[in-house]
């Protein structure tokens, strides 16, 4: 048998999650570097599968927005279970992991209630990368001096004895992310640095980016892209609650 | 003349601030290596300079607590930079950068005015860097599914043209950490794991004591150490407002 990939780091706390995680499989179905980085924060070293999965459910078909990047989480983490029972049916993975980070906007509610009662209600849209530096100041310009929400969706594959082999578990978690009032000088500098490009709502808060951010009400690794904290109770309690889980 | 050290990395933002900065003598007065990364992840590369000011400046001549970690690190900043003035008249420093990071905890209101009225007022308590593993634990403890507030004061020491020809300008950034309802065989993991030793309030955010936190209400980096989106609009604003700043 080959050299097993050795999915807890030394530093890892002997606590359940960790004690119950050494010696398994452990997959995250993402090529995001920062996720890998975070995990390996806490002492967890999954092996790197991408997701073939091409990101492109309709976000019409959900009428809670906060659903979006679970299932989109859903769908790569599936994808690479199957595919890996697939190619080594003997060597199925313990658990795979997959995320999905998407920044809403968050309206201003009305600041009285005949204008409340008289507009229409204002649902949260979900910001996109922008594909241009243009597209990427009119979105800073937007947010500058508001708030917009970062919801990570989280999912796990793992496997158990019923049809169809495989369970799936999920959560989201939401942080709020404060703009200051910036100066335009500053957000056309941010924009020219290219940073924003490629980013969900146009701004890394790890980067450079934090010098646009007042306050983050939430956890911080979740608005980088991946909730560790909440990630490991949420183990815990399985290992607590589900027979199966990470015993097969 | 030796050759400068270059206290403006190539990523930082053409803004006034490091415009003002460029080809300035700028320097740290802090041994800590997270401050000096937050500081470069925004462009900002000080000289370090520990201060060698003994931190011993006593508490209770503080009525307002938020006053003290300011006061710190004004006593830290001008300690450098007397001592810089005077090896090197001809190369004093344009702008010496200290901070001080404290733990308060904050007491939970009594449920009821009554109970109000008939208790003595509760004040904030610094919490201080745990000796042992027991005193660890037991901060902890306390800590555990309540609240914290976390202050960083900071002050910068420039040149003026008048007496005492400096001049001392401070900030301080608070933030609110919420403790998750952790179990205590976690906190017991932790503390074993040492990291929490040697840090204010017995945890460090940005590591495994990450695990413990629900979530932060302020910025992240003023948690670590150092509050750097503050700090540069603060920065922005002297350069607009003060005319020797950086100008001499």
């Given at each position: 048998m080959s050299k097993k990939h050795d999915s807890v780091l030394p530093h890892?706390?002997?606590?359940?999650?960790?004690?119950?995680?050494?010696?398994?499989?452990?997959?995250?179905?993402?090529?995001?570097?920062?996720?890998?980085?975070?995990?390996?924060?806490?002492?967890?070293?999954?092996?790197?599968?991408?997701?073939?999965?091409?990101?492109?459910?309709?976000?019409?078909?959900?009428?809670?927005?906060?659903?979006?990047?679970?299932?989109?989480?859903?769908?790569?983490?599936?994808?690479?279970?199957?595919?890996?029972?697939?190619?080594?049916?003997?060597?199925?993975?313990?658990?795979?992991?997959?995320?999905?980070?998407i920044v809403l906007t968050r309206p201003t509610p009305p600041t009285s209630d005949v204008a409340h009662s008289l507009l229409p209600h204002t649902y949260p849209e979900v910001l996109e990368k922008p594909g241009t530096k243009e597209d990427n100041y009119r979105m800073l310009l937007d947010l500058n001096g508001q708030q917009c929400e970062v919801v990570t969706g989280v999912s796990i594959v793992y496997p158990i004895l019923t049809a169809p082999g495989f369970q799936i578990k999920s959560l989201d978690e939401r942080s709020i992310v404060q703009f200051s009032d910036n100066p335009k000088h500053l957000l056309e500098a941010y924009v020219d640095s290219g940073e924003g490009i490629d980013r969900a709502g146009g701004f890394a808060v790890q980067g450079l980016g934090g010098l646009l951010i007042a306050k983050i009400d939430g956890d911080f690794w979740n608005v980088v892209g991946f909730p560790a904290a909440s990630f490991f109770k949420f183990l815990d309690l399985l290992i607590e609650e589900e027979e199966e889980f990470l015993d097969i």
């Amino acid at each position: 048998m080959s050299k097993k990939h050795d999915s807890v780091l030394p530093h890892a706390l002997p606590i359940p999650v960790f004690n119950k995680l050494f010696g398994k499989r452990v997959v995250l179905a993402s090529a995001s570097p920062r996720r890998k980085e975070i995990l390996n924060t806490y002492g967890l070293n999954p092996e790197i599968v991408p997701s073939t999965f091409e990101e492109n459910l309709s976000k019409d078909d959900f009428p809670n927005i906060y659903e979006y990047p679970v299932s989109t989480a859903t769908e790569k983490a599936v994808e690479v279970y199957e595919r890996l029972v697939q190619e080594q049916p003997d060597n199925a993975p313990d658990l795979v992991i997959a995320a999905d980070t998407i920044v809403l906007t968050r309206p201003t509610p009305p600041t009285s209630d005949v204008a409340h009662s008289l507009l229409p209600h204002t649902y949260p849209e979900v910001l996109e990368k922008p594909g241009t530096k243009e597209d990427n100041y009119r979105m800073l310009l937007d947010l500058n001096g508001q708030q917009c929400e970062v919801v990570t969706g989280v999912s796990i594959v793992y496997p158990i004895l019923t049809a169809p082999g495989f369970q799936i578990k999920s959560l989201d978690e939401r942080s709020i992310v404060q703009f200051s009032d910036n100066p335009k000088h500053l957000l056309e500098a941010y924009v020219d640095s290219g940073e924003g490009i490629d980013r969900a709502g146009g701004f890394a808060v790890q980067g450079l980016g934090g010098l646009l951010i007042a306050k983050i009400d939430g956890d911080f690794w979740n608005v980088v892209g991946f909730p560790a904290a909440s990630f490991f109770k949420f183990l815990d309690l399985l290992i607590e609650e589900e027979e199966e889980f990470l015993d097969i």
